[in-house]
């Protein structure tokens, strides 16, 4: 465990642009555990969360509330009462919110049993994986609780993009991240070869736009004859 000082000392360090996400991130959690739900981190802070220390600066943040649409009213009045504002997209089911210039959006997660549905587009657009690939218990990031969508799930979108976005054109930056997740994967002992095909995605919002190919679900991986029970 860090000693106050040291916590302090790290605290000093931050960015002042970071250290207002790192208040939203405490204000996210703090307004979820009220709700009696959870909200889980994904995207551009994922690294930085499992490394326990800012890498870059930020400039939004992603997440994904547990049955958002139930605790939509009270979160909604939790994040106003803490000088956010708000705003519910409903046609994709996402909720923004913002404060002196800094924003973060959340999608919906529903589960069912042990599968997790990411809601990525509302009705339009589901990503499901395993529910054990997020966080049982929070993390500590500079002192402040923050539960983690995880190394896997990151590592499967950022390898398998077009799962759940259809236009998206990948960037220089996105290898250096892909290399950095395999080596936390590694130290965990987690093979991709094994947990790719444990995640799939159904968009009928792309369907619409045009891609014929996803009138079937996306998966990272096929299984292979060999993986099959017979």
Request: proline share 4%.
């Amino acid at each position: 465990m860090l000693c106050l000082s040291s916590v302090l000392v790290s605290y000093m360090d931050i960015s002042p642009n970071n250290r207002r996400y790192l208040e939203f991130i405490k204000d996210i959690y703090e307004i979820s555990a009220s709700c009696a739900t959870t909200t889980y981190i994904w995207g551009g802070f994922t690294l930085d969360i499992l490394k326990s220390r800012f890498l870059r600066e930020h400039h939004d943040l992603d997440g994904f509330t547990l049955n958002l649409l139930d605790v939509l009213p009270k979160v909604t009045e939790l994040y106003e009462d803490r000088g956010y504002e708000t705003e519910f997209n409903r046609d994709f089911d996402i909720l923004g919110i913002h404060k002196e210039g800094l924003h973060a959006s959340f999608n919906r997660l529903e589960s069912d049993g042990d599968t997790a549905m990411w809601r990525h587009i509302g009705n339009e657009g589901t990503v499901y994986f395993p529910m054990d690939w997020l966080d049982k218990i929070a993390r500590d990031f500079y002192g402040t609780r923050v539960f983690l969508a995880g190394a896997k799930l990151e590592y499967c979108l950022k390898t398998n993009i077009r799962m759940f976005n259809a236009e998206w054109v990948s960037r220089d930056k996105d290898n250096e991240i892909i290399k950095r997740l395999e080596e936390i994967l590694a130290a965990e002992k987690s093979d991709p070869e094994e947990f790719l095909t444990q995640i799939w995605s159904y968009n009928p919002f792309w369907i619409k736009r045009g891609y014929p190919q996803y009138a079937m679900p996306v998966v990272a991986r096929p299984l292979l004859p060999h993986d099959k029970k017979t």
